[in-house]
């Protein structure tokens, strides 16, 4: 192909995520991928790697621009950490070229729908909210490997998940196990062009598609909690709260109690001989004295040396024990309710998701799973304002702490636990607290956020963590389709084929509505109702449609 035929593409971007954009779009033909960074000669390497030029130079500045191509790209995708330097060059970008195309990454949701709105042929993605709906879809319903809210942005939770044709559909046609489990069958074992009058072998492997709401209903994990019996649910727990106690134990109060424990008996010993009394007369003298309360009623025989020394030892030792005593006691409660105002409690929940770190993606996560009737713990070293605020409100537990500690993973009752979620912004920091969880609960589904793809599937394959995402495995397909329209959702593979994720609206003429080699696969009305589809016909124009396109 010429050069001048060539489709420029400048990306604007210093890690993971530029990387595997630029990967994505080195593999479509035709395409020269130019991305531009201040010098680093590690990243130019990887970027040179996957068949990208680099171009060290200001983003924002005109002749970095200039010298990545500016002039002649067809669109700039400004995808680095920083919201205003990705505005600032993309706009300097359409300074000096006003026909580019503009894709941003920007943290700030709400000022990337303004944005979108404002600014003609561009498309703004929240990194952040866009990689949360997987990890919150992942939580809830282990089986989902994709996730992405339909219609886009508020539309439901919905994702692609694996089902095991059981009872309830073996036998049946597809169309009829579609209307039974309420989803979009798109593969039968590996078999991806399976009509809808397929019948459904027992045992066969299910890729589908629908809501979340719905794909948990039939999710396998929940039928093998709702059958283990209340009586070892609650067996389990009674054991392991009564280990967490006494672990938690402090050992100087321990050691105190044990030292007055034996001077109480060895004093009660000694008296019941010397006075020849009975055990519970001895035992109420020897705590008379102890606490220096001295009632009178029986004292010590004054001739007696060994019993005045005595008597007289435990007065002292009394007083001591005793201060002692209060003082542990005033430390106790003084700590305890410091970390109740931290947050720091042991969780009597069952049932419930475990949610670690909540950085931008956290918080995305859990306004997504708030959604679900699905009690949730988090676990954040220093929770905002907000965030404390929030936990008040929605009636959520929040937990101040290190996750990867083993004393706040033994408050956070996982052996109960539906699954926990490691989002931290420390890889390895998230594979520790997924190995403490995995050792307290070794069959609870965990979901992993890993920044780098390969890392991710090293993780997943090494430590048999199935549940692995790399934020920019997931969102660097979607930019690297925003680049050539908007639409571009995702990309995904089953059925050793890849597909691209697209959405669009239906116009009046329904047979440009998709490209030809596309299967659509749910339709939401302009009232946002969300329905699995097979075919266009009969939708009304403005229905927003979901569909996939088959890579050649």
């Given at each position: 192909?010429?050069?001048?035929?060539?489709?420029?593409?400048?990306?604007?971007?210093?890690?993971?995520?530029?990387?595997?954009?630029?990967?994505?779009?080195?593999?479509?033909?035709?395409?020269?991928?130019?991305?531009?960074?201040?010098?680093?000669?590690?990243?130019?390497?990887?970027?040179?790697?996957?068949?990208?030029?680099?171009?060290?130079?200001?983003?924002?500045?005109?002749?970095?621009?200039?010298?990545?191509?500016?002039?002649?790209?067809?669109?700039?995708?400004?995808?680095?950490?920083?919201?205003?330097?990705?505005?600032?060059?993309?706009?300097?970008?359409?300074?000096?070229?006003?026909?580019?195309?503009?894709?941003?990454?920007?943290?700030?949701?709400?000022?990337?729908?303004?944005?979108?709105?404002?600014?003609?042929?561009?498309?703004?993605?929240?990194?952040?909210?866009?990689?949360?709906?997987?990890?919150?879809?992942?939580?809830?319903?282990?089986?989902?490997?994709?996730?992405?809210?339909?219609?886009?942005?508020?539309?439901?939770?919905?994702?692609f998940a694996v089902r095991i044709a059981d009872s309830d559909i073996a036998g049946e046609r597809v169309e009829d196990a579609e209307q039974i489990?309420?989803?979009?069958?798109?593969?039968?074992?590996?078999?991806?062009?399976?009509?809808?009058?397929?019948?459904?072998?027992?045992?066969?492997?299910?890729?589908?598609?629908?809501?979340?709401?719905?794909?948990?209903?039939?999710?396998?994990?929940?039928?093998?909690?709702?059958?283990?019996?209340?009586?070892?649910?609650?067996?389990?727990?009674?054991?392991r709260e009564g280990n967490w106690r006494l672990r938690r134990t402090d050992p100087y109060i321990a050691g105190l109690a044990a030292g007055t424990?034996?001077?109480?008996?060895?004093?009660?010993?000694?008296?019941?001989?010397?006075?020849?009394?009975?055990?519970?007369?001895?035992?109420?003298?020897?705590?008379?004295?102890?606490?220096?309360?001295?009632?009178?009623?029986?004292?010590?025989?004054?001739?007696d040396v060994l019993d005045v020394v005595t008597a007289m030892l435990l007065m002292l030792a009394g007083t001591v024990f005793t201060g002692i005593?209060?003082?542990?006691?005033?430390?106790?409660?003084?700590?305890?309710?410091?970390?109740?105002?931290?947050?720091?409690?042991?969780?009597?929940?069952?049932?419930?998701?475990?949610?670690?770190?909540?950085?931008?993606?956290?918080?995305?996560?859990?306004?997504?799973?708030?959604?679900?009737?699905?009690?949730?713990?988090?676990?954040?070293?220093?929770?905002?304002?907000?965030?404390?605020?929030?936990?008040?409100?929605?009636?959520?537990?929040?937990?101040?702490?290190?996750?990867?500690?083993?004393?706040?993973?033994?408050?956070?009752?996982?052996?109960?636990?539906?699954?926990?979620?490691?989002?931290?912004?420390?890889?390895?920091?998230?594979?520790?607290?997924?190995?403490?969880?995995?050792?307290?609960?070794?069959?609870?589904?965990?979901?992993?956020?890993?920044?780098?793809?390969?890392?991710?599937?090293?993780?997943?394959?090494?430590?048999?963590?199935?549940?692995?995402?790399?934020?920019?495995?997931?969102?660097?397909?979607?930019?690297?389709?925003?680049?050539?329209?908007?639409?571009?959702?995702?990309?995904?593979?089953?059925?050793?084929?890849?597909?691209?994720?697209?959405?669009?609206?239906?116009?009046?003429?329904?047979?440009?509505?998709?490209?030809?080699?596309?299967?659509?696969?749910?339709?939401?009305?302009?009232?946002?109702?969300?329905?699995?589809?097979?075919?266009?016909?009969?939708?009304?124009?403005?229905?927003?449609?979901?569909?996939?396109?088959?890579?050649?």
């Amino acid at each position: 192909m010429a050069e001048t035929d060539e489709i420029r593409i400048i990306i604007v971007g210093g890690d993971a995520l530029a990387l595997s954009t630029a990967g994505e779009l080195c593999l479509l033909p035709g395409h020269r991928v130019s991305v531009l960074w201040p010098a680093d000669p590690e990243f130019a390497a990887s970027v040179e790697s996957v068949g990208a030029s680099y171009v060290a130079g200001r983003p924002e500045s005109h002749d970095g621009l200039v010298r990545a191509g500016v002039h002649q790209a067809a669109s700039i995708l400004a995808l680095s950490r920083d919201d205003q330097l990705n505005l600032q060059s993309a706009l300097r970008a359409r300074d000096a070229n006003p026909d580019i195309r503009i894709v941003l990454r920007q943290f700030n949701r709400t000022l990337a729908a303004k944005i979108e709105e404002n600014l003609l042929d561009c498309s703004v993605l929240s990194l952040a909210w866009h990689s949360a709906a997987t990890y919150a879809s992942a939580a809830l319903d282990p089986t989902c490997f994709r996730a992405l809210q339909f219609p886009e942005r508020e539309g439901p939770l919905t994702g692609f998940a694996v089902r095991i044709a059981d009872s309830d559909i073996a036998g049946e046609r597809v169309e009829d196990a579609e209307q039974i489990l309420g989803v979009r069958i798109l593969a039968i074992d590996g078999d991806c062009d399976s009509t809808g009058d397929r019948t459904i072998a027992p045992g066969a492997r299910l890729v589908v598609f629908g809501t979340i709401e719905t794909l948990i209903k039939s999710a396998p994990r929940q039928a093998d909690v709702a059958k283990r019996p209340l009586l070892v649910q609650r067996l389990r727990g009674a054991a392991r709260e009564g280990n967490w106690r006494l672990r938690r134990t402090d050992p100087y109060i321990a050691g105190l109690a044990a030292g007055t424990l034996a001077l109480f008996l060895a004093a009660t010993w000694h008296f019941r001989d010397s006075f020849e009394i009975e055990w519970l007369t001895a035992a109420y003298f020897v705590m008379s004295t102890l606490t220096t309360t001295g009632y009178g009623d029986i004292t010590p025989h004054r001739n007696d040396v060994l019993d005045v020394v005595t008597a007289m030892l435990l007065m002292l030792a009394g007083t001591v024990f005793t201060g002692i005593f209060i003082a542990m006691a005033a430390a106790r409660l003084t700590r305890a309710q410091w970390v109740r105002m931290q947050g720091l409690r042991p969780i009597q929940r069952r049932g419930h998701i475990v949610l670690c770190g909540c950085g931008s993606i956290g918080t995305g996560v859990i306004d997504l799973l708030l959604a679900f009737d699905r009690p949730l713990v988090v676990i954040d070293p220093s929770p905002d304002a907000a965030l404390i605020e929030r936990a008040r409100d929605r009636g959520f537990d929040l937990l101040t702490g290190d996750a990867s500690r083993d004393d706040t993973q033994d408050l956070c009752n996982l052996g109960e636990a539906h699954s926990v979620v490691a989002l931290t912004n420390v890889d390895t920091l998230n594979l520790e607290i997924a190995l403490g969880a995995r050792a307290r609960n070794p069959g609870m589904p965990i979901v992993l956020r890993i920044a780098e793809a390969e890392f991710a599937a090293s993780i997943a394959r090494h430590f048999d963590f199935e549940t692995t995402f790399s934020v920019a495995a997931l969102a660097g397909p979607v930019f690297a389709g925003l680049s050539r329209g908007p639409g571009a959702r995702g990309r995904i593979a089953f059925g050793h084929r890849e597909f691209s994720i697209i959405e669009t609206v239906l116009s009046d003429r329904a047979d440009t509505a998709l490209p030809p080699n596309a299967v659509p696969i749910a339709a939401a009305d302009p009232e946002g109702t969300v329905a699995m589809i097979r075919d266009l016909p009969e939708l009304r124009p403005g229905t927003r449609i979901l569909a996939l396109v088959r890579h050649r």
